[in-house]
Every structure is written in structure tokens, then in C-alpha cells.
């Protein structure tokens, strides 16, 4: 059995962590923390999780960590940073699923998470936990770097394309949207139900951090320079994210053609549909469960395909991909306890 430990069991990725692992055949859950919660019993917070999990939360200067086999950050940036030199050290495995280690430049993550980053000598060796583009990589790793929920939907929605040579990958757009649990359990107005029910906005559209993590990404694939306008939009729903994505062919290429390329390029990735050519992917189609749906359009007249690529932001683009991460490192299959289907309507 793997050991596994969460810091920041009380937050929304935290009881996704706990929902998937509490069913996993080959995970021991043996410690898990909050600041505010010690001693409670974690049931007695999610009672989702009666009789299926058995421990309390432990604050994080009680919690014994160094006992487990791997430990997830579920925590906000910064907090990572701090606990991982120690914990490699003492031999566990760590996935943070927040950004201390997604951007590899220490100057570009502290200018757009401005904090001080206090680990610098682990980024070269964190591993981007992007599993359908980085697989072999993740298996050898003793730290994860878990993407960010926008850029997940990006990379895998661009990726063969960019791959292939046939776009111009200076002038990519991705105008996307996330359910309200995108930003976390933490008391924020932007987040009341008052706020964010009934009505529709976009956020961060002069620089959101997560531009610089996907276009150092997207750049390891092209040797064109990458230009990303990437705009967040923040929509009423609880779970569920939803990327329109842009890209200018600078090849000819049929539509059949086109479908082929992603079809090839996930064939062997379980957790990315790709939809019949022209589909219109729903959200709800991934709620609760750890797939990514894409489909591809051509508008017509135009030189320019348009990618729909839907995901639920807490499994797949968080939480479910830090699991699939996990499997990997630990030589099991990739898809062990991430067989849910998405929950209709
Ligand atoms: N929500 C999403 O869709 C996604 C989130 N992420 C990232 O995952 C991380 C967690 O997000 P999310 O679960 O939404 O956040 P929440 O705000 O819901 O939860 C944060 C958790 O961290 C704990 N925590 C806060 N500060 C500290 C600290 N200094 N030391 C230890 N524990 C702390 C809190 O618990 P307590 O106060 O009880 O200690 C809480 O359990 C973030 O970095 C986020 O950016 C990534 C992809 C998607
Ligand atoms: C709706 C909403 O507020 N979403 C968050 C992204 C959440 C997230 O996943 O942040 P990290 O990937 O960087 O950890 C935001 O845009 O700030």
C-alpha cells in the first residue's frame, strides 16, 4: 500500500484528493492536515466521506509526513516550497498542486506569484505533471510539479498542432472559462453567491499567471516563438472548465486530416477524447470525472481551426491529474481509481 499524506485537506482539491483516494485499491491514507481543524475527524467535516475515511486532520507541525510514501500540497502557493527540501530528503515522493515548481525560471515565478521562491535548487528537477506529454518523465520523478487547470486545457488542446508544424504559434488565443470552485474554498467577495450567480465576467485579460506557465510549455514543442493571449472568464457554475481555443493554419490541411493528427496523437492517452470532428463538448460531460474532451471545428472560409476542450477543473485539472501523476511514480497503471464517469444531468 502507498502511504500518502495531503497538507491542505480542507480546501476543495484536498477533499477531491480525499474522494478519489479513499476509493483507490492501493492507497493507506495516513495523514492529512489543516491549521484550523486539529484533531477533528475528517468525516466529521465531509460527511461525503463517512465510513470511507477513517483519520483526522492533524495540524501541520503534529502531522508526521515524513512517514508517507508521497505527500500532496493542496495548499496556496508558497507552502510547497517551504516543506519539500525536507521531505525529499527523508525519501518522500511529493506532487504540489499548486505552482512552486510548474515555471522553471525563478525571476518569471517571482514576478507573477510575487513571493520569494525558497527552493530554487529543486526546479530543475521538478517534473511538469502533465502525464499525456511528459509520461516517461513523470514515472522517474521524485517531485511534481501538477499544472495549472487553464493550462492543461491548453497544452493538450494545441499540442499536436503545434507538434505537427501546422500553425503559427505567435498568434494563439484561448478564451476560457471555470466554474466558480476554480478559486478555491477561502472566503473571497468575487466568489459569493451573490457575486458570481447570474452573471458572467472575464478576469485577468492584461496578464494572468498562467500565460508565462503555458507558453514555456507550449515552447518546448515548436521552434517558432509562442505568442499566447490567453483571457480567463470566471461563469456560474460550481465545477467545470471550458477553453475555445484559436490557432491560424499556416499549412493545407482537410478536416479528416486534422482529426487523424489527434486521434494518433491520443489513441494510447485513456483520460483525452477526441470527439467526432464539429462536436460541442459539455462540461457536465466531465463533472466529477478525470477526462478532458476536445473537439476540433473549421470555420468556414477560414484558415483557422478552432479547438473546444472541456475538463472539470478540480479533477482532471487538478486534483484527478495529481492521482494519474501518482499511479505513474509508483508503477501502477496510470488510470488505477479514476474510472469515474461523469455525473448527469
Ligand atoms: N481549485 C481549483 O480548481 C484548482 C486549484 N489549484 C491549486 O491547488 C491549490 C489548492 O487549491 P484549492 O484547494 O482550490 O484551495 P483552497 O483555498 O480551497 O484550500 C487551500 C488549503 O490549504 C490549506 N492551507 C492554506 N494555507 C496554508 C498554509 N500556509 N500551510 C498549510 N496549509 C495551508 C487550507 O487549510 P487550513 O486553512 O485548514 O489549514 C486549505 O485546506 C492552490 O495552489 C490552487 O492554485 C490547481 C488547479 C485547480
Ligand atoms: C476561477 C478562478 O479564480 N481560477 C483561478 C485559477 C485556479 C488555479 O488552478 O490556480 P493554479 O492553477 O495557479 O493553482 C484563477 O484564475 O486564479
Redesign the pocket.
Known amino acids: 500500500m502507498i502511504k500518502v499524506g495531503i497538507?491542505?485537506?480542507?480546501?476543495?482539491?484536498?477533499v477531491?484528493l480525499l474522494r478519489l483516494l479513499a476509493v483507490h485499491p492501493d492507497v493507506q491514507l495516513t495523514a492529512i492536515?489543516?491549521?484550523?481543524?486539529d484533531g477533528l475527524p475528517v468525516a466529521d467535516m465531509f460527511p461525503s466521506l463517512r465510513g470511507r475515511v477513517d483519520i483526522a486532520?492533524s495540524s501541520?507541525d503534529k502531522a508526521d509526513l515524513k512517514q508517507c510514501d508521497v505527500v500532496f500540497?493542496?495548499?496556496?502557493?508558497?507552502?510547497a516550497m517551504a516543506q519539500a527540501p525536507e521531505l525529499l530528503a527523508a525519501g518522500v515522493k511529493v506532487v504540489d498542486?499548486?505552482?512552486d515548481f510548474r515555471i522553471k525560471d525563478r525571476a518569471v515565478f517571482e514576478k507573477w506569484y510575487k513571493i520569494e521562491h525558497t527552493a530554487p535548487e529543486l526546479l530543475d528537477e521538478a517534473v511538469y505533471g502533465l502525464p499525456e506529454l511528459n509520461r516517461d518523465a513523470i514515472k522517474g520523478a521524485r517531485l511534481i510539479a501538477?499544472p495549472?487547470?487553464y493550462p492543461t486545457t491548453m497544452q493538450l488542446g494545441y499540442y499536436p498542432l503545434l507538434k505537427a508544424g501546422l500553425i503559427d504559434a505567435g498568434s494563439l488565443i484561448a478564451d476560457c472559462k471555470?466554474g466558480v470552485?476554480?478559486?478555491?474554498?477561502?472566503a473571497e467577495i468575487g466568489t459569493l453567491f451573490s457575486e458570481s450567480s447570474d452573471n458572467f465576467k472575464a478576469y485577468g485579460v492584461q496578464g494572468h499567471r498562467h500565460t508565462p506557465e503555458t507558453s514555456a510549455q507550449l515552447a518546448r514543442y515548436t521552434d517558432q516563438k509562442v505568442g499566447l493571449i490567453f483571457t480567463p472568464h470566471l461563469v456560474p457554475m460550481i465545477r467545470g472548465m471550458h477553453a475555445t481555443l484559436y490557432a491560424r493554419l499556416t499549412q493545407e490541411i482537410d478536416n479528416a486530416a486534422l482529426q487523424a493528427l489527434f486521434e494518433e496523437q491520443y489513441k494510447d492517452s485513456e483520460f483525452v477524447d477526441v470527439m467526432p470532428f464539429g462536436s460541442h463538448p459539455e462540461t457536465r460531460s466531465t463533472r466529477g470525472s478525470n477526462m478532458l474532451r476536445l473537439a476540433l471545428h473549421r470555420p468556414e472560409g477560414t484558415d483557422t481551426v478552432v479547438i473546444l476542450v472541456v475538463q472539470d477543473?478540480?479533477v482532471k485539472?487538478?486534483s484527478g491529474q495529481a492521482v494519474q501523476c501518482m499511479n505513474l511514480m509508483f508503477g501502477l497503471e496510470e488510470s488505477k481509481g479514476l474510472q469515474q464517469i461523469a455525473l448527469l444531468p
Open positions: 497538507v491542505g485537506g480542507t480546501g476543495y482539491t484536498g477531491e492536515t489543516s491549521r484550523k481543524e486532520f501541520p500540497f493542496a495548499t496556496p502557493h508558497g507552502v498542486l499548486a505552482a501538477n495549472g487547470c471555470s470552485s476554480g478559486a478555491g474554498r477561502k477543473n478540480l485539472g487538478a
